[in-house]
């Protein structure tokens, strides 16, 4: 499979039709060159189709991505998990609820990792089986709880059983490791990045050793970031002002570079009962999905 540096990457197909399509629409004309498919959602099957069904008319394939969902959406996991998902089947966890447990060892943990690693390991069966011959096995995760070290080892033992069962094992996991130096270059942008997003990046770049080290042990590639300090609003104008330090930044250390985007907002009526917490539901309606879908569409490559 091809290896480039710089890789223009779009999150959450399958979020909804609406997004999906426009999604679609990037990669036709060229615009993307990867996706991670969110498998949660009850659109999700609608969305595979139509993906499938437009593979043969795309110039340049896509990576395809499985976008572990363990924040909302249906879980595809038994019905006797009770940490990570409610009565109705729907995941429940959050990021701070999962880092919390992993700094707490015992049978709770352990229990809590079994069924992560189910629940892991049937969305890994729901996105990949029936994808084109050509497709990798690729990982990352909705608001990277991968990179938690409950969610990390999970996920691996998930791995070993689908690598096991499909022979099958993991090309690539995305590091949320994001650079820092390109943004502290760019005094005139300080004021504009958001204060928690330099907290999410701090905390992402702290666990990603640990990640990279078990990624270089299995001799699966991973890269370099850039979409946390910005993540909800990677807009064109600060994109271009960064690109060309996010591009030698990368080059200088010979990793690839996702360049991550959320492309695309979902229709307030297609909102459903899976899309089942408030705050998250708002980042999938707002405006600054279109802002995202601008930049996608017209960042000079």
């Known amino acids: 499979m091809r290896k480039q540096m710089i890789d223009y990457h779009a999150d959450d197909y399958g979020l909804s039709v609406t997004n999906s399509r426009i999604m679609?629409?990037?990669?036709k004309n060229k615009r993307?060159?990867?996706?991670?498919?969110?498998?949660?959602?009850?659109?999700?099957?609608?969305?595979?189709?139509?993906?499938?069904?437009e593979?043969?008319?795309?110039?340049?394939?896509?990576l395809i991505t499985v976008h572990i969902d363990l924040i909302d959406g249906n879980a595809l996991s038994g019905e006797e998990h009770v940490l990570i998902k409610d009565d109705n089947g729907y995941n429940i966890s959050s990021w701070g609820g999962l880092f919390i447990a992993s700094c707490i060892p015992g049978k709770k943990r352990d229990r809590l990792k079994k069924e992560l690693r189910e629940e892991i390991l049937a969305q890994m069966e729901?996105?990949?089986?029936?994808?084109?011959?050509?497709?990798?096995?690729?990982?990352d995760s909705h608001m990277h709880?991968?990179?938690?070290?409950?969610?990390?080892?999970?996920?691996?033992?998930?791995?070993d059983s689908f690598?096991?069962?499909?022979?099958?094992?993991?090309a690539f996991v995305r590091v949320a490791r994001e650079p820092i130096t390109p943004f502290l270059s760019k005094p005139k942008l300080y004021l504009t990045y958001s204060p928690i997003n330099f907290v999410k990046n701090v905390i992402l770049n702290i666990l990603s050793p640990g990640m990279e080290r078990r990624l270089r042990e299995r001799?699966?590639?991973?890269?370099?970031?850039?979409?946390?300090?910005?993540?909800?609003?990677m807009d064109l104008d600060r994109c271009t002002v960064l690109l060309d330090d996010m591009t030698k930044y990368a080059n200088k250390r010979g990793r690839s570079m996702e360049i991550l985007y959320h492309p695309g907002r979902i229709l307030t009526d297609e909102v459903t009962k899976a899309h089942c917490k408030e705050d998250v539901t708002d980042f999938y309606v707002s405006e600054n999905r279109d802002v995202e879908l601008e930049a996608v569409n017209k960042l000079e490559r």
């Open 24 to 27: 679609i629409d990037c990669i």
């Open 32 to 53: 993307l060159d990867s996706i991670s498919i969110i498998p949660t959602m009850d659109c999700y099957e609608e969305c595979k189709k139509m993906l499938l069904s």
């Open 55 to 62: 593979w043969d008319s795309f110039d340049s394939k896509p």
């Open 126 to 139: 729901a996105v990949y089986v029936g994808l084109p011959d050509e497709c990798e096995l690729r990982l």
């Open 145 to 159: 709880t991968h990179m938690i070290p409950v969610v990390r080892d999970a996920m691996f033992e998930a791995v």
């Open 163 to 170: 690598s096991e069962k499909y022979n099958v094992k993991p």
């Open 219 to 233: 001799g699966i590639d991973y890269g370099l970031l850039w979409g946390l300090i910005m993540s909800g609003h």
